[in-house]
């Protein structure tokens, strides 16, 4: 599932700011799967305030997932003030995080990691087995079973 509507998306990235709680290596691999991207920013997540200038916004943590459902990336919903972000959160279990929540309060368009999971699935099924996955038959026992 494309993120609908999201500004400056065929644009070429003039700055990636990466948040994670260990920052131990992030550059490193960063630079080397973005080799196009100018700058990077580090940025502790404890000390992020606000997603000013973000043009899309990606929780690739557990953080909100079964179990975890309390936890967040961000400590309110105040975090997003003043920003249009598309906020993708890759959990898929609860479908909505306490992120898409805080996200939604702002006014700002989420989606939940359930279509990844299931094009990951079809991939998998198509390197095991050796044939495509039902891909319709397993969307609609996800989104209606």
Partial sequence: M???????ASLP???VSISRRKLWGVLKKGRSRLPS???MELLNIKNMMTIKDAVLL???TPLGMKGRVDM??????DVLNDTKAFVYDIVYEPRETKLMKYAKEKGLQT???INMMLWQGAL?????LGVDMPIDYVRGELFEG
């Fill in 2 to 8: 494309c993120a609908p509507n999201m500004p400056n």
């Fill in 13 to 15: 990235l003039a700055r």
């Fill in 37 to 39: 991207v100018r700058s």
């Fill in 58 to 60: 990606i929780n690739a």
């Fill in 72 to 77: 967040c990336a961000i400590s309110s919903s």
């Fill in 111 to 113: 989606t939940n990691g």
């Fill in 124 to 128: 998998a099924y198509k390197i095991w």
